[in-house]
């Protein structure tokens, strides 16, 4: 499960919302569930300090990264200096980057790539618009993201990665995908990746996001091929958050 903030909160909110989000949960959740968060930038270097001075096993991830490693590139910020943070993951092709800020499939795949090199997991965000599923394209739009966004990824390296499953409807509406169609849509993906690099597909973690909340979360972590959650307004609030950590008790 990971919480993704986006761009909300200072770094002193984000210091109160990992350590309150660390007293609701117990060693039993974090042997369950493997929980992230990821803050904006600027909180990051706060949250790994409370992470390593409460040893704390919540893992930190980023939302977004520059593909190149150093360079003249005013306002970006690479996977080097992510991994120095104490990084394990970041977002990459997540939709508002794709519709506010021009990214496509090959930039999407030249982040992951460059998140990779520096050992950073990245979790490549995929999924349809309204219009593209009311067309009829959701299939197809996925698809040609998957394998845009993960071209020349060897297998080894396939099996290690996260995928994130976010229709683009569902994000931030409180209109969440009916769980049968986000099975539907994540086992397809899931084939995908069994097409071309075999049984790293069973291996590669394939996340739900777009509204998932305490209320839903539970219903679609029962589908077979859902391994986790990408989870934004929720993660904003640590009893929502770790609720939904918790969804199987
Ligand atoms: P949401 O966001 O949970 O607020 O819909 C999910 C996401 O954008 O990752």
């Known amino acids: ?18 350590q309150k989000l660390s007293y609701l ?81 090959r930039v999407v795949n030249r982040k992951a790539k460059a998140a990779m090199r520096a050992g950073v997991t990245p979790i490549v965000a995929v999924g349809e618009t309204l219009e593209q599923r009311e067309r009829g394209e959701a299939t197809a739009v996925i698809r040609g993201q998957v394998s845009g966004s993960l071209a020349r990824i060897p297998t080894e390296a396939i099996q290690d990665l996260v995928i994130a499953y976010e229709p683009v409807w569902a994000i931030g509406t409180g209109r969440h995908a009916a769980p049968a169609d986000a099975q ?40 077979l091929d859902i391994d986790g959650g990408l989870i934004g307004g929720a993660s904003l609030d640590p009893d929502a958050f770790a609720a939904c950590v918790r969804y199987w008790k």
Request: proline share 3%.
């Open 184 to 223: 539907e849509a994540i086992a397809g993906i899931r084939e995908q990746i069994r097409g071309r690099h075999g049984s790293a597909a069973d291996r590669v973690r394939i996340l739900y996001g777009g509204s998932m909340n305490p209320g839903n979360v539970a219903a679609l972590m029962a589908k």
């Open 25 to 105: 949960l117990d060693p039993a959740d974090y042997d369950r569930v493997e929980v992230g968060v990821a803050p904006p930038f600027t909180s990051l270097r706060s949250v790994q300090t409370v992470v390593q001075m409460d040893d704390l096993r919540i893992r930190i991830a980023a939302q977004n990264l520059h593909w190149q490693d150093r360079g003249a590139y005013t306002g970006e910020i690479s996977a080097s200096m992510l991994a120095k943070l104490s990084v394990s993951y970041a977002i990459v092709g997540h939709s508002e980057r794709r519709q506010c800020f021009g990214e496509d499939n």
């Open 1 to 18: 499960m990971i919480g993704n903030w986006k761009m909300h909160g200072s770094h002193l909110e984000a210091i109160q919302r990992v």
